[in-house]
């Protein structure tokens, strides 16, 4: 069976639109290749940029942080203060993060599992996710192994929440696409992938969820893997699983 990953790099792809500011955080590798697999495959008019601090590279082949300054090479420089300027300012149109736990009311956990005086197992931390998630007009967060313990009920931390804010907020697994609805307070299933089911997602997800009525089926076609592939030549995406 084809890796997971590949299917959810195409749909975090097809998240992006036209004319939008996307940002790559650190150490986001499928944020990376989808974001360049929308913009040079799909051919959408986005400007990427990120914590490499290069402005819409022309290429970029994938190492093992997000953040390699060889990407700036030949490329002009968008520093990353002048991205959370932005960002303050509702100008900074999407941003991803890969958060360990993300629960009902769109919270996210990045910093501890269990209790933070003595946890069982200290997470990387939320850097400035705090301040950025709930000012990003589209946030997409990214979880590649989904299951009743990282879709949870309630996280363990509040490392950043998008609860007070009005802006999208997509979740993209291993077995398919959410989206919170903000009026009716509620999860939304929007897409499965021609190997997962609805009932694998709502198997395995710790809170209340429903399938959208505009449901689709995400599907991969040669061009899509192999430009995945190319993107990522080593592989380094099959770590992430």
């Not at 959208?212 to 990522?232: A, G, N, Q």
Request: charged share 25%; no cysteine; hydrophobic share 45%.
């Amino acid at each position: 069976m084809m890796s997971q990953i590949e299917y959810a790099i195409k749909a975090i792809a097809e998240q992006l639109e036209d004319n939008e500011l996307v940002y790559i955080g650190l150490n986001s590798i499928p944020a990376l290749i989808a974001s360049f697999m929308a913009r040079d495959l799909y051919g959408k008019k986005i400007r990427i940029i990120g914590v490499a601090e290069a402005d819409n590279p022309k290429s970029v082949e994938v190492s093992p942080s997000t953040g390699n300054p060889f990407m700036v090479s030949n490329t002009p420089v968008f520093i990353t203060a002048d991205a959370f300027d932005l960002a303050q300012k509702g100008r900074l149109d999407v941003m991803f993060l890969g958060p360990v736990q993300i629960d009902k009311e769109t919270n996210v956990n990045l910093s501890v599992i269990g209790d933070y005086h003595n946890p069982k197992v200290r997470l990387t931390g939320g850097a400035a996710t705090a301040f950025i998630l709930p000012l990003a007009r589209k946030a997409i967060l990214w979880n590649l192994k989904h299951s009743k313990r990282s879709l949870v009920e309630k996280v363990d931390f509040v490392t950043g929440t998008a609860k007070y804010s009005n802006n999208m907020v997509i979740v993209v697994t291993n077995l398919g696409v959410l989206k919170y609805d903000r009026e009716k307070k509620t999860w939304f299933i929007t897409a499965i992938y021609e190997n997962t089911s609805l009932e694998e997602i709502l198997n395995n997800t710790a809170f209340e969820v429903a399938a959208s009525h505009t449901l689709r089926i995400i599907t991969l076609r040669d061009d899509e893997r192999e430009y995945i592939k190319s993107m990522d030549p080593y592989n380094l995406r099959s770590a992430l699983a």
